[in-house]
């Protein structure tokens, strides 16, 4: 059973850092695309940012474009998102989402996602 | 990007009964690339169909898409007490995949 766990969400303020984690297990890691999707409070899904299987090529939105950096360490079959000089816009549940096999950061459909991360940007 | 307006924002439904969501797209999705999404709160997002009429591992078949161009739907045959959720469609033949704003069918 694929299997797919967020954390390091929390309370940060405007400007500040965070790092969220994504552990995987029930599949085979390091063959599939992987990436993070967000809804804001009251809002819709919105694709972030995406990482190919192999980790060589990545992708984000334009809303995070330069402060936020997607990564991945096959060896401990996690999947990362460094979050750098938030936003209060970026006061959201994060989810990690399982992509395609052998896909590229190009986000297609998402056949297994987490519970989420919520991170609360606010002074 | 391309912008999904789902149709109606939300809906009052018995057990049994069929409901259809509507998905409609700014411009034409390219290869069929258009996804159906449950939500559930606390929960996460379970896919229901991709391509726009395969339905996922596991998905039962009261469960149905169909729709080319711009306009999509997906079909519930008989709603199970298990099925009142928020629905979501997505598409992916356009970079950045972007999703509707969701319709919410809630038990009347």
């Known amino acids: 059973e694929v299997q797919l766990v967020e954390s390091g969400g929390g309370l940060i303020q405007p400007g500040g850092s965070l790092r969220l984690s994504c552990a995987a297990s029930?599949?085979?890691?390091?063959?599939?695309?992987m990436h993070w999707v967000r809804q804001r409070p009251g809002k819709g899904l919105e694709w972030v940012s995406g990482?190919?299987?192999?980790?060589?090529?990545?992708g984000s939105a334009d809303s995070v474009k330069g402060r936020f950096t997607i990564s991945r360490d096959d060896a401990k079959n996690s999947l990362y998102l460094q979050m750098n000089s938030l936003r209060v816009e970026d006061t959201a549940s994060y989810y990690c989402?399982?992509?395609?096999?052998?896909?590229?950061?190009?986000?297609?459909?998402?056949?297994?996602w987490g519970q989420g991360a919520l991170v609360t940007v606010s002074s | 990007e391309i912008v999904l307006t789902q149709s109606p924002g939300a809906l009052s439904l018995s057990p049994g009964e069929r409901v259809t969501l509507s998905c409609r797209a700014s411009?034409?999705?390219?290869?069929?690339?258009l996804a159906w999404y449950q939500h559930k709160p606390g929960q996460a997002p379970r896919l229901l169909i991709y391509?726009?009429?395969n339905r996922a591992t596991g998905i039962p078949d009261r469960f149905s898409g169909s729709g080319s161009g711009t306009d999509f739907t997906l079909t519930i045959s008989r709603l199970g007490p298990e099925d009142f959720a928020v629905y979501y469609c997505q598409q992916y033949g356009s970079s950045p995949a972007t999703f509707g704003q969701g319709t919410k069918v809630e038990i009347k």
């Open positions: 411009q034409t999705i390219s290869h069929n690339y």
């Open positions: 029930g599949f085979s890691f390091d063959a599939y695309a």
């Open positions: 391509n726009v009429s």
């Open positions: 990482i190919n299987w192999s980790g060589g090529a990545t």
């Open positions: 989402a399982k992509g395609i096999w052998n896909g590229d950061y190009v986000a297609r459909y998402f056949d297994s």
